[in-house]
């Protein structure tokens, strides 16, 4: 696996935030505001999704290692460059919210979850932390409003896995002190985040 020198990374930030909170629509926009490059989760693309939505117990571990295997790559296409990469969502999430959260659903057995953590600490053990983590958070009514107004038939989770998404964010992002973190409140801002995206633009420049 590819190993950057630390001293050579381009910056590597990771929006995380609930299902439909707006993850993808404020990356986008971030990537237009500024010369950023975007990585998003590519539901239609990825091998596993649709096997998965069918039969959740027999494909929930390839989909997972699949995906987590793609952020670890966006995030070495990342690091490779020198423009500063967004993601939407990433290794992290992937991992402490979604692994989990279908390990609780038993959609995962032990072994199979044992086999994710396995995945993760190694592939993160080679591959340092985002710079910042910028999570976005909104009432969960409002969050499931967004949820079922959009058109996205092979999402990971469902609108009855909101709340346990949210404690789960609330239990890794409240004992993460890795990366940087910046909160937006989603509901506050309008549709084009005009005062979301200036603050994080001058808070990614001011990164060391």
């Known amino acids: 696996m590819f190993v950057p020198e630390r001293d050579k990374l381009g910056k590597l930030i990771a929006v995380v935030g609930n299902t439909g ?10 990537g237009k505001a500024a010369e950023f490059t975007t990585s998003l989760e590519q539901h ?14 027999r494909y929930a571990l390839a989909n997972q290692v699949d995906y987590m295997l793609l952020r670890a790559e966006q995030e070495i296409d990342i690091r ?9 969502g990433g290794l ?18 032990d072994n199979e979850y044992a086999l994710c ?3 993760y600490l190694v592939l993160r053990g080679r ?14 009514d409002k969050i499931a409003d967004r949820y079922n107004q959009r058109d996205r038939s092979l999402g990971i989770a469902r609108i009855e896995d909101m709340e346990i998404i949210e404690s789960l964010l609330e239990d890794w992002l409240g004992e993460n002190g890795v990366s940087p973190l910046f909160v937006i409140d989603s509901e506050a801002e309008d549709r084009r985040y005009a005062r979301a995206i200036p603050k994080v633009i001058d808070l990614i420049q001011s990164l060391d």
Not at 44 to 57: N, Y
Not at 92 to 109: A, E, I, M, N, S
């Open 80 to 88: 490779k460059g020198n423009i500063t990469g967004v993601q939407d």
């Open 92 to 109: 992290d999430q992937d991992y402490f919210v979604f692994t989990r959260l279908f390990y609780l659903k038993g959609y995962l057995t």
């Open 117 to 119: 953590e396995r995945t």
């Open 127 to 140: 591959l340092p932390s985002p710079d910042l983590m910028i999570w976005m958070r909104a009432p969960l």
């Open 44 to 57: 239609e693309e990825r091998p596993f999704q649709e096997l998965f939505s069918l039969d959740h117990e």
């Open 21 to 30: 909170v707006g993850k993808t629509t404020f990356v986008r926009m971030l």
